[in-house]
């Protein structure tokens, strides 16, 4: 079974409001990474955060982890029409390879 | 820096013909590593490679192999295509283990 598993399967906002996407896992993690594709495209690292960290910032981008119930929160402020993407978590157990989950699709309308 | 490429960019194969997709990086990254996705689902690792020489099985390996003859280049070969394989597949590249992965452009593949 996937050990990341992101929510909402989708999710739909209007171009400069807020976008919260949510991971779940099951098993005690090194480091939680998200990323974005665009469609048709190959994956690209947004941000990573460590199991030590509980809050991490890159841009509009704002990244919690609470290893306590393990779930990690993506925030994307002032969303843009160019933020219409899938974005996946991805864990990393402790030198296993990554596992990702299913993503989120994000539509941010005009 | 192109970063990590892949190809082809597309293929149709019928069933039961093989093909090898190139995957090659310029960042010198010792780790190497193929998946797969299929709708709705997340990125399945189907092999990877820790260096020059080493190949190991990810979570779906059967119906493909791999080989890794040079630091920069990553080979996934389907000696015989089954339907079952049509999938877009994704090559990545990182420093080490739980590091950030750069990813290919993607190869989709349809097999009839």
């Known amino acids: 079974s996937q050990q990341g598993e992101e929510d909402p399967q989708a999710l739909s906002i209007q171009e400069g409001e807020n976008a919260t996407m949510n991971c779940s896992y099951k098993t005690s993690i090194n480091n939680l990474q998200w990323y974005r594709q665009n469609s048709g495209r190959g994956l690209v690292h947004l941000i990573l955060i460590r199991s030590n960290e509980r809050e991490k910032h890159s841009g509009r981008l704002r990244v919690t982890l609470d290893t306590s119930k393990k779930s990690s929160s993506l925030l994307i402020t002032a969303s843009r029409a160019a933020d219409t993407a899938s974005y996946f978590c991805a864990t990393d157990n402790y030198g296993q390879n990554f596992v990702f989950g299913p993503g989120t699709r994000l539509s941010v309308l005009p | 820096n192109a970063g990590v490429t892949q190809t082809p960019k597309f293929r149709v194969l019928k069933t039961g013909q093989s093909m090898t997709l190139l995957c090659a990086q310029d960042m010198n990254h010792e780790y190497m590593y193929w998946y797969r996705q299929d709708p709705g689902m997340g990125l399945r690792l189907i092999h990877y490679s820790v260096g020059e020489g080493t190949t190991a099985k990810g979570e779906v390996p059967d119906g493909y192999n791999v080989s890794r003859l040079k630091k920069q280049n990553f080979l996934l070969g389907l000696e015989s295509a089954a339907p079952s394989q049509t999938s877009v597949y994704f090559c990545?590249?990182?420093?080490?283990?739980?590091?950030?992965?750069?990813f290919g452009p993607g190869t989709r593949l349809l097999v009839l």
């Open positions: 990545a590249s990182s420093t080490g283990t739980g590091r950030t992965q750069y």
